[in-house]
């Protein structure tokens, strides 16, 4: 049993991450978004060096201020108005986490692993191994199935 513990862990870890992120939405917080030297994009609390092109983007709503090189940086306690340049964007946040394969697969193989009569046996947050009782199995059944409707195709 052990190789099916690593999947539900990974299923676990992105529904709390998932939990996380739709908090930090729900806050309705400013961030900055930009590009690297590199072309790697980057989010942050706080504004890029001078002289780089990015985004203020207002996590509680879908107001997006594109803020060029040459103009400096947007305080942190800004916030979206309409004298400050915010746009309204169009988001769908059911898109905002990729599909993943490697996820999918493993949420199906939890699944089918859950769908048998075998008694499974996981690790608490001691380390110590216990069996997963039928409520338990329900339990990361409908996980792994929210997992599957997320990152498969």
């Known amino acids: 049993m052990k190789r099916s513990q690593s999947p539900i862990f990974y299923s676990l870890l992105l529904l709390v991450l998932s939990g996380a992120a739709s908090t930090a939405m729900a806050e ?58 915010f746009e309204q964007v169009e988001t769908d ?16 193989e939890n699944l089918r692993t859950l769908n048998t009569a075998a008694r499974i046996r996981v690790r608490n947050d001691k380390g110590e191994l216990y069996f997963l009782d039928e409520e338990q199995k329900q339990i990361r059944r409908d996980q792994a199935e929210v997992t599957i409707e997320t990152h498969c195709d």
């Open 28 to 85: 309705g917080k400013t961030h900055y978004r930009w590009q690297d030297e590199r072309g790697n994009p980057v989010h942050s609390d706080r504004p890029p060096p001078a002289g780089i092109e990015y985004e203020v983007i207002s996590t509680g709503s879908t107001l997006v201020r594109k803020v060029p090189a040459n103009e400096g940086a947007v305080p942190a306690v800004a916030k979206p108005s309409i004298d400050n340049k």
């Open 93 to 108: 946040r059911t898109d905002a986490l990729k599909k993943n394969p490697e996820y999918c697969a493993r949420a199906q």
